[in-house]
């Protein structure tokens, strides 16, 4: 298979493979990938920035989504960026979310595998330790929760309301003769006794 066929079939947007490799006994398959020529927009992941200065080139391997019976592991070109707010600070890729050895579609495809079944099964059928599938289904968790629309406010409850520097507030207990309460001190009073 050539290389372009690669590209196509591992579809990451401004990304090409260069090269690829099959072990069809241990069932394995590696590409290792590189930017496309165009694709010279280097973020710093420290603020954000855009940078033109490349201070080292390094690779980067994560593991992506399974091709029918062989795990695929991609290694990829990143770049150390020399950032003049941040220092050298690696490269902002869109898909790698984390420092954790996965690719942002494998970590989806474990999130929602989570959805509907328990950690134990994800992790069977994902070939992973139970507590690599909760940091991943955290991590998929988080980036769901920033990327939702959040209601308006449209009803507050009040748990407690200040009456002043000197009030008895029940503590909710019965309301007999023996009643305990407690007497609400202003910051002052304390500071002074102490």
Do not use: H
Request: with cysteine.
């Amino acid at each position: 298979m050539s290389e372009s066929e690669w590209t196509k079939i591992l579809g990451w947007p401004g990304y090409r493979v260069y090269r690829s490799e099959i072990n069809e006994e241990a069932k394995t398959l590696r590409l290792w990938v590189r930017r496309k020529r165009g694709n010279r927009k280097l973020e710093c992941s420290g603020c954000g920035r855009k940078i033109n200065e490349i201070a080292e080139v390094y690779e980067r391997e994560v593991r992506d989504l399974p091709w029918s019976e062989y795990r695929t592991t991609v290694v990829i070109e990143l770049y150390r960026v020399r950032c003049p707010d941040c220092g050298i600070k690696a490269e902002k890729v869109a898909l790698l979310p984390s420092k954790a050895p996965f690719s942002k579609r494998f970590e989806e495809a474990v999130g929602q595998a989570c959805e509907s079944a328990p950690v134990r099964r994800v992790a069977r059928q994902f070939g992973l330790a139970a507590s690599t599938v909760r940091a991943i289904d955290l991590r998929y968790l988080e980036r769901w929760a920033q990327g939702r629309r959040r209601p308006a406010l449209r009803q507050m409850g009040v748990d407690e309301i200040y009456l002043g520097e000197e009030a008895e507030v029940s503590d909710g207990r019965d309301q007999s003769a023996d009643r305990r309460t407690a007497v609400v001190r202003s910051g002052t009073e304390e500071r002074d006794a102490g």
